[in-house]
């Protein structure tokens, strides 16, 4: 089964920049797409981004559009979420998951990381 650890989250002030790593180990023919979700307290989980690796195609929620680009790196299993003119309004806990279909439903996910926190804030 895949296994995903997400990492470089951390504080930043607004107009800053962060990139999110999500590193799959297992059975990584399984996690065709990934795709990135946040939660910030309070508040439901939000979808961000999702990439499909076999086909290099990629979509962003609205209020990310323009200021986050998701990549990925296939000979490291790591997809990357490059965040930049971040906002107070991104913070939140970042989460990575694995499934069959890049898609903003979290249903078609089947496996998560742990999740990593970004914090924007003056």
């Known amino acids: 089964q895949v296994h995903l650890v997400e990492s470089g989250g951390g504080s930043v002030q607004p107009g800053g920049s962060l990139r999110l790593s999500c590193a799959a180990s297992g059975f990584t023919s399984e996690a065709d797409s990934i795709g990135w979700f946040r939660q910030a307290p309070g508040k439901e989980r939000e979808w961000v981004s999702c990439?499909?690796?076999?086909?290099?195609?990629?979509l962003y929620a609205d209020s990310v559009k323009g200021r986050f680009t998701i990549s990925t790196d296939n000979t490291k299993n790591t997809v990357y979420l490059q965040m930049n003119s971040l906002k107070p309004e991104d913070t939140a806990v970042y989460y990575c998951?694995?499934?069959?279909?890049?898609?903003?439903?979290?249903?078609?996910?089947?496996?998560w990381g742990q999740g990593t926190q970004v914090t924007v804030s003056s």
């Open positions: 990439i499909s690796r076999s086909v290099d195609s990629s």
């Open positions: 998951a694995a499934g069959w279909i890049c898609s903003d439903y979290d249903g078609r996910y089947d496996v």
